[in-house]
């Protein structure tokens, strides 16, 4: 039973990771049709700004700032760098070949992440980064927490959760209550039937790319929280959000929330339930699980758990 | 060597793409579009049969090495011929049928893996080569049409998303499947080729490479090359280019359209598994991360550089990229490729464009002039550099190179030059111009001082750089034709 609450508890917070990797991917489809292969590095991206940023304001041990301050700086820091990584990817590798034939911006994203992914190795080195998760504060957020049963919920765990939580109810706010989101669901609908309604679709897609990218900055954050990263983790953080978004069905919001949460659970319970899944020199089989659950899944309902299937007008 | 084939769509170039336009119309715009001497060369190319071209390039090819003695550079000539040979079987995928296939080397890996557990004293098994070979032509040509499978369901990225994953399954598997495989060290001693006779192709004599690997590897190019091109003049051929043009038209005109696919993918993943095992033979080892990411990329710049859908256009799409690559691993030869790729660039635009003559002519004043400065304010600004000789000393008298770069240097200059190329792009008139001039020179700057100390990012970095700028401004690449998705 504690190992099950252990495990729920660890799968909760890698589901909200990847579900906000997921809105990502998922935005960006709705709106352009476009896999975004780059979303997983600039996640990355992230999590090399959350960690510079952290030193800078002194490191986890004995920060400048009340530690509160510490976390939301680093995350709104990453978020902010990313969001404008995002709007530069979009403006200068997609908005040229935006009519060309589809295969054109998909391998224009592949240059874009290889280059985001090499250029970091370049400037950073592929040293992992630790944010040292046991030092905050000298371990009053790792080390305390709930008590549920035998188990000890570490209280940054929790702020994980409810972080992810809150920017999701924002995201869900800014597409369904504003000018701009409605202007964004339009433009998912029909993107040449929103432009003759006169909306600006440029805008709506830089604005995507915006939200999109700072939701990967968070989540590059939290991500790092858990464990440390390093310059090549862009690459399978995108394979597994992109996973996320298909399982709930990609251009789908809510979809791509539960599709995170889903996938979260499913790895943490592989790990820790099925036999051999995990062995102890890091490499995992679960991936080999996962990633054999969604070729079927791809195969046999590719529309996901929450979206449409696409008809095809000829 | 380029295709006789019915050209598709073309568009009227740097306006993008037109829709159902007259094709002829569309291809004299399109040689319009490019710079006049290249499309006169072409023209006056075409008019030699392809087959006189293959045989002067292969014979060309096979002098190579009585020129060049070195093991080292007869090695990247294979290497360069085993990329040809990924090229030309990506191109059948990518290129004539259209699809977006992301599992590629995983095909190029199951080849080297499966002549390494065939042929190795890993199981203890070692089939003569004659069966062998044909054996995992045919394991990859089914493996290939299995990952076709997906095809019949899932189109454009979704598609590409799943040989994708299976490409991660091949190396999760690989990686961990430690029994098998021997996971992240590999299969060593791997047999090398084996001879009727009982004799084996020896990989070296007296520690240098074996010619006639390139010689083998130069055979089998030739013979995947005239196969490729009879399939695609053949009605397949035709009917793979209906595929790629539109599958929904040529499924209406009664085409197989699943089948095409099946054959498209199959046919990619027979070249790939045959290069494998001219790779594993020779190297006598095979390692998961051989056979990644990396990889692929690299054939994707290669075919899209070439032109995609150009049989000759992919093997001069080889031919640049794997010696580029060879050539950026090492310093001094990577700093003599950049300044000659630059002001070599910046002079053949200028004969034509004096505006980039001077922004050439500014660039050189500009550095001298820094440099002069820098040295008068503190000597140690300039005491970087190293090495002497004809080239290095003209770089030690242009670019300013600390000593000892404060840590911040790198990443700043380094981001601050893409934000500098980024703004150029969208600027415009002699605002642009002018901002060139220091662009370029941070460019030269980072070249020297960030990049040649890690050519291993440095040179990856160069092919996600030649990637994206060609989807932008050329997707055809050298030789390909443009195309146009029709509405």
């Known amino acids: 039973m504690d190992q099950f609450i252990q495990l729920t508890v660890d799968g909760l917070t890698l589901g909200s990771v990847y579900a906000l990797i997921a809105l990502g991917y998922t935005l960006v489809y709705g709106v352009l049709k476009l896999l975004n292969f780059a979303h997983g590095d600039v996640f990355m991206v992230g999590t090399f700004v959350g960690f510079g940023v952290l030193q800078v304001l002194g490191g986890p041990a004995n920060p400048k700032v009340p530690i509160w301050l510490v976390i939301t700086l680093v995350t709104l820091a990453a978020m902010a760098v990313c969001a404008a990584l995002g709007v530069a990817i979009e403006r200068f590798a997609y908005r040229p070949l935006r009519d060309a034939p589809r295969i054109a911006p998909l391998i224009s994203a592949l240059g874009v992440s290889f280059f985001l992914a090499n250029s970091m190795q370049l400037l950073f080195g592929a040293t992992p980064r630790n944010y040292d998760l046991f030092q905050y504060h000298t371990g009053t957020l790792y080390l305390r927490g709930l008590h549920i049963g035998g188990v000890t919920v570490p209280l940054l765990r929790i702020i994980t959760i409810v972080a992810a939580f809150i920017l999701m109810v924002i995201l869900w706010f800014l597409v369904n209550k504003t000018r701009t989101g409605k202007a964004m669901r339009a433009t998912s609908f029909d993107r040449e039937a929103a432009a003759m309604m006169g909306i600006d679709i440029d805008r709506v897609i830089v604005f995507t790319f915006i939200l999109g990218s700072a939701l990967a900055g968070a989540a590059g954050v939290m991500f790092s929280l858990r464990v440390p990263t390093n310059v090549s983790i862009g690459f399978i953080a995108g394979l597994k959000g992109f996973i996320a978004a298909v399982i709930g069905g990609i251009g789908s919001i809510p979809g791509a929330m539960a599709g995170g949460l889903i ?52 | 060597m380029s295709d006789s084939t019915p050209h598709g769509f073309h568009s009227t170039g740097a306006d993008g793409p037109a829709i159902g336009q007259d094709e002829w119309v569309a ?18 190319l075409r008019v030699v049969s392809w087959w006189a071209w293959l045989t002067l390039f292969v014979g060309l090819f096979c002098l190579f090495p009585i020129v060049e003695t070195s093991g080292y550079v007869r090695q990247v000539a294979f290497q360069t011929v085993l990329y040809m040979l990924l090229a030309l079987g990506l191109n059948v995928v990518v290129g004539w049928g259209g699809l977006l296939d992301l599992g590629y080397v995983a095909f190029y890996g199951i080849g080297a893996y499966a002549y390494a557990l065939l042929d190795s004293p890993h199981y203890g098994i070692h089939l003569p080569t004659i069966v062998s070979v044909p054996v995992i032509v045919l394991i990859g040509a ?64 007296g520690g240098v490479f074996a010619v006639s690997y390139l010689y083998v590897a130069l055979a089998i190019f030739v013979v995947v090359f005239v196969a490729l091109r009879l399939l695609n003049n053949s009605r397949t051929g035709r009917a793979w280019r209906s595929l790629r043009e539109d599958p929904l038209a040529a499924e209406a005109m009664g085409m197989p359209v699943n089948w095409l696919k099946l054959l498209a993918f199959s046919c990619g993943a027979a ?75 910046l002079a053949i635009l200028g004969r034509r464009n004096r505006r980039i003559a001077m922004v050439a002519g500014a660039t050189l004043v500009f550095g001298f002039v820094l440099h002069a400065i820098a040295r008068a304010i503190d000597g140690g600004w300039v005491a970087g550099q190293p090495g002497a000789g004809g080239f290095a000393t003209f770089v030690d008298h242009w670019v300013i190179a600390p000593q000892q770069p404060a840590r911040w240097i790198a990443p700043v200059a380094y981001i601050g030059v893409i934000v500098a190329a980024l703004l150029c792009s969208v600027l415009r008139g002699i605002v642009r111009d002018i901002a060139l001039v220091p662009t370029i020179y941070l460019g030269a700057f980072v070249w020297e001082n960030v990049m040649l100390s890690k050519p291993d990012p440095a040179r990856y970095i160069v092919l996600g750089l030649i990637l994206i700028v060609l989807m932008v401004l050329r997707p055809n690449g050298l030789l390909g034709e443009r195309r146009v998705e029709i509405v």
Do not use: C
């Not at chain 2, 291809?27 to 006056?44: G, K, M, S, T």
């Not at chain 2, 454009?156 to 490409?167: E, N, P, Q, R, S």
């Not at chain 2, 990889?295 to 799409?317: D, E, R």
């Open chain 1, 263 to 314: 996938l979260g659970f499913l790895e943490s319970y592989i790990q820790g339930y099925v036999h051999g899944a995990h062995i102890p020199d890091g490499t995992q089989w679960s991936d080999l699980y996962v990633f054999s659950v969604l070729i079927a899944l791809m195969l046999f309902r590719h529309q996901g758990l929450f979206g449409r299937p696409d008809i095809r007008k000829v």
């Open chain 2, 27 to 44: 291809r004299h715009a399109d040689v319009r579009f490019l710079p006049a001497r290249f499309a006169v060369v072409e023209r006056r």
């Open chain 2, 142 to 205: 089914l493996a290939g049409l299995v990952l076709g499978l997906p095809s019949w369901r899932l189109t454009g990225d979704y598609l590409a998303i799943v040989t994708l994953f299976f490409l991660q399954l091949f190396q999760t598997v690989t990686t961990n499947w430690q029994n098998v495989t021997g996971g992240p060290f590999g299969i060593l001693n791997i047999d090398a080729f084996g001879l009727p006779g009982g004799h084996k192709l020896k990989t070296e004599h």
């Open chain 2, 271 to 345: 070249v790939a598994a045959l290069t494998g095992t001219l790779n594993a033979a020779l190297f006598g080892n095979v390692f998961p991360l051989n056979f990644y990411f990396i990889t692929l990329i690299t054939i994707y710049t290669m075919v899209i550089l070439g032109g995609s859908g150009n049989q000759a256009g992919v093997v001069l799409g080889a031919l640049i990229i794997s010696p580029l690559l060879e050539l950026l691993r090492d310093a001094d030869k990577s700093r003599v490729l950049f300044f000659v790729a630059l002001f070599g660039g």
